[in-house]
């Protein structure tokens, strides 16, 4: 007769998760900067002065040291001279007038310029040794 055993073993089934990382080449990236250059012509008024002299003889005896003056935009110089009778005579009057010119200069300026290049290139799909 066959005995039926009390007892029944049913195996028992244990699943275990592991989590971990790897990395994985997955692309490359290069940055690069390129420089540019462009001309560019500047134009501007430019300003500067100028002097116009002008000698005005005259040749008459004055009492005293005439002063420099200005008479609008005009300087005048008084220039003298003592003569053997001891009296001052006024030469000549040396006229001086301020002129403001104006003129235009255009000048090409070389301009640069930096922009950033970034190349991608796919990657190895490989696994990544990582050392610790």
Known sequence: MDEKPDRIAIPLVEEELRVGRREVETGRVTVRTVSDEHTQYVSEDLQHSEAEVERVFIDKEVGELPQIREEGDLLIVPVVE????????????????????????????TLRSQRVVVDRQPGSGKTIEQEN
Not at 82 to 102: A, D, G, H, I, Y
């Open 82 to 109: 003592e003569r053997l009778v001891k009296r001052l005579f006024l030469v000549e009057e040396v006229r001086v007038r301020r002129k403001v010119v104006t003129e235009r200069l255009e000048q090409p300026v």
